[in-house]
């Protein structure tokens, strides 16, 4: 078991059932959104994309390897969409 940066998922990461605990930051979590959007056409909330924003962070160590994660929450209303997912003018 390991842990990347401080976490208090410890009840859960005692559990056993658990590998590793990343956490992402807010802009990390708003890229995952972005390329949820432009590689799938998905819009999915902040939260939903943690998983995506950490397999990008360990993008290297993860290349050849078949890896999965969930995308979960629509919970997204129509302006935050175009505030997270169209550029700035």
């Known amino acids: 078991m390991s842990f990347s940066r401080s976490t208090t998922g410890s009840a859960i990461s005692s559990s056993g059932l658990v590998d590793t605990i990343d956490l992402v930051s807010d802009a990390e979590l708003l890229d995952g959104v972005r390329v949820a959007f432009e590689h ?35 919970n997204v209303t129509s302006e935050q969409a ?3 997912l169209m550029p700035a003018r």
């Open 40 to 74: 799938f056409r998905l819009i999915i909330e902040p939260s939903a994309a943690a998983g995506l924003a950490a397999i990008a962070n360990h993008r290297g160590e993860l290349a050849g390897q078949h890896v999965a994660t969930v995308f979960c929450g629509a």
């Open 82 to 84: 175009q505030e997270w």
